[in-house]
């Protein structure tokens, strides 16, 4: 707990260091924590994450503008009660503060959390976030989540209030684990993704990943987290619009 506290503290730092620039893009991810992820689960979805982050393609496309960083922000959902946030807003203006951010993933340990799904209020809480980055040039949720809501205010009747604000929600869906026989997982991804197609994904431009199973999380979030950021990636140019508060609904 010595190494996360110190973790995040030195992101704090950072944020009051870079706080103060450009913001390219302000990215909140949403993980599920609900009562069907277990132990290892939650292990897998937090070191997917932090793989993810230090892969190739996604450290170059975080770095390459340092003086116009993205910021982002994480934080926990399962049921209503439960929203919290393991990483608060950071500025990512280079390589140091990119460590700091996958250190601190790696060493977050799982608090207990209600067994619920409260996918609404996870969009909610997102936006809310979202909302205090509005200097950014781009405005994007990302929620991770392996079940359909069953408690609170369901997600179809959130979407109106975020196509309001300009701000996108793209999904990371979960399929089941390997089955100790037969192999129905690709039929209930396909209803899942549709899921969360129709009620959870706002925007023009969303989309929802998917991942056949904890398992393939990492390199799920690693294409996830290249095509949110396809536009600032090396080799692409840099973004075709300068910063502007009407340019969030982009």
């Not at 190739?56 to 975080?62: D, E, N, S, T, W």
């Not at 390997?178 to 899942?192: H, K, T």
Request: hydrophobic residues 45%; proline residues 6%.
């Amino acid at each position: 707990m010595k190494a996360a506290t110190l973790v995040m503290a030195t992101c704090a730092a950072m944020i009051g260091a870079g706080a103060q620039g450009a913001c390219r893009q302000a990215l909140a991810l949403g993980l599920d924590v609900s009562g069907s992820v277990d132990a290892l689960e939650y292990q897998l979805q937090m070191e997917g994450l932090a793989a993810a982050l230090d892969s190739g393609k996604v450290r170059q496309a975080l770095l390459q503008m340092p003086s116009a960083p993205v910021h982002l922000l994480v934080y926990e959902w399962s049921g209503p009660e439960d929203p919290a946030v393991i990483l608060p807003w950071t500025a990512i203006d280079g390589a140091p503060a990119l460590d700091a951010v996958i250190g601190h993933l790696r060493a977050t340990e799982r608090r207990q959390a209600s067994p619920g799904t409260a996918l609404g209020l996870a969009m909610r809480e997102g936006v809310a976030h979202l909302a205090r980055r509005s200097e950014c040039w781009k405005l994007t949720l990302d929620l991770s989540g392996d079940g359909k809501s069953n408690l609170g205010i369901r997600p179809v009747d959130v979407k109106p209030e975020v196509e309001a604000t300009g701000i996108t929600i793209n999904a990371l869906v979960i399929g089941a684990d390997a089955p100790s026989f037969g192999d129905a997982r690709q039929a209930e991804i396909s209803s899942l993704s549709a899921y969360f197609q129709n009620n959870v994904i706002v925007g023009e431009d969303s989309f929802v990943e998917t991942a056949l199973g904890f398992e393939d999380y990492a390199a799920a979030m690693a294409r996830k987290l290249e095509r949110e950021l396809e536009t600032l990636i090396l080799g692409k140019g840099p973004l075709p619009y300068p910063p502007g508060p009407d340019r969030r609904a982009e």
